[in-house]
């Protein structure tokens, strides 16, 4: 049974059932922010930031280091080692209380170079466009303008309020997992700003683990054009893996599984000997997971290419996120609070997504995710967006979750 710290409880058990009367000293503030918000977002969204992309880091670290900086933070940045790039940034409040409040969101899109060229930022009615709007510079963008509420109203009744923003995020936190991990066993709260979901904005219960599930194969290399009957196609077979194994991915069960990447041959007129594929795998379950990976495996027994042999490598990723009884308890508050501004949050039992969440957890405190901008269109090739008249309730419901915790 984990415990959780007298001060995490005190903070959780102190929210009320019910939603207070609106702050409208606090709502005109977020409104108030909306039009430099807006300009936030272009800027973010103008420094293209691909998760390996060395420049591109560097500036998006400096530029939200001097922001943060400008708010009153003693800023830190750690620097990170491959596979990552850049320097984790991470901006420290201190205020008069003691509740010590995390928020965290990241940098790193998963757009290669080039992209703001053919989508570039640009704003069609109630919607603003751009590679890696939604996911995650929305997040950013609210943990920005929250601040300079919170600042604009002389808010700091918290202890410290620690912001991270890191540069691998859509790289599993290989390298910024065990920070996010740290920084939370230090915090009693954890707040998390991936986006939510246009429409209907969700708030998420739990969120899935991932991991990278690969297969090689080995064959016979043979001349392609003299006598490749003399081979043994390694490409081949790997395609037969990949369409015989589709019907893996199972979301009823909280199991997704989807083939994403292939690498094969290194020479045209040669029969591949070696073929690499690659599955993004996502679980609720552990025992689920395993049974998969048998399933697997199992399959691989009966090649279609003769003499050839396949190797099953999964690579665990992130952890999985599960609200616990604090955690619901803040997600009913978020609930609460957004309704002060007429906003619904619908809480849903998961997501087969992954975010840092699960790292944060494994602090054992109490964690909510989903405070990003309602978006739609990311990790896609479709044009992403985010829902700018949803900017003002956003700002609001931060700041204000960030009050509450604090003991207003």
């Known amino acids: 049974m984990r415990i959780l710290p007298a001060l995490t409880l005190a903070c959780v058990l102190a929210l009320p059932a019910q939603a207070a009367p609106r702050n409208d000293r606090l709502w005109a503030a977020a409104q108030a922010q909306v039009p430099t918000a807006v ?45 990552a790039h850049g320097s984790v940034i991470v901006g420290r409040f201190t205020g008069t209380g003691k509740a010590r409040i995390l928020l965290i969101a990241h940098m790193d899109t998963i757009y290669p170079a080039g992209s703001l060229a053919k989508r570039p930022f ?67 709260v954890v707040m998390s700003f991936e986006p939510s979901t246009v429409g209907v904005e969700i708030i998420p ?3 899935a683990g991932n991991g990278e599930t690969r297969v090689m194969v080995t064959g016979r290399a043979a001349h392609a054009g003299a006598e490749p009957e ?26 997704r599984f989807n083939w994403t990447q292939e690498t094969s041959g290194s020479i045209r007129n040669q ?69 002060e501004v007429g906003g619904t949050l619908v809480p849903i039992p998961a997501m087969t997504a992954s975010s840092d969440a699960g790292y944060a957890q494994v602090s054992g405190k109490p964690v909510i995710e989903g405070f990003g901008l309602p978006g739609a269109g990311y990790h896609s090739s479709e044009e992403e967006y985010v829902d700018l008249t949803r900017i003002a309730p956003r700002i609001y419901l931060t700041a204000r979750m960030v009050m509450e915790l604090s003991g207003r």
């Not at 997040?139 to 920005?144: A, C, K, M, Q």
């Not at 923003?165 to 939370?184: M, P, Y």
């Not at 196609?233 to 909280?254: C, Q, S």
């Open 230 to 255: 003399r081979g043994r196609n390694a490409l081949v077979e790997a395609a037969d893996i990949v369409l015989k194994t589709r019907d893996l991915d199972d979301p009823a069960r909280g199991f």
């Open 271 to 339: 029969i591949p000997d070696q073929a690499v594929i690659s599955a993004d795998t996502r679980h609720m379950s552990r025992a689920v997971l395993d049974d998969k990976l048998a399933q697997l495996a199992e399959r691989l027994k009966s090649p279609l290419v003769p003499d050839t042999t396949a190797r099953i490598d999964y690579r665990p990723g992130r952890p999985g996120y599960f609200a616990d009884a604090p955690s619901n308890a803040l997600i009913e508050k978020s609930v609460a609070v957004y309704k």
């Open 39 to 83: 300009e936030t977002l272009k800027s973010l969204v103008n420094i293209e930031t691909p998760s390996r992309d060395v420049g591109g880091m560097a500036e998006l670290g400096d530029l939200l280091a001097g922001r943060l900086a400008g708010l009153g933070a003693q800023v830190e940045k750690i620097p990170t080692a491959a596979p």
């Open 205 to 207: 219960r739990a969120a």
């Open 122 to 188: 640009r704003i069609e009615g109630d919607k603003a466009y751009g590679p890696g709007i939604a996911d995650d510079k929305s997040g950013v963008t609210v943990i920005l303008h929250s601040l300079a509420v919170l600042k604009g109203q002389g808010f700091r009744r918290y202890g410290q309020l620690t912001v991270m923003f890191n540069t691998d995020e859509e790289q599993t936190s290989v390298f910024s997992g065990k920070i996010v991990t740290d920084l939370a066993s230090k915090a009693d």
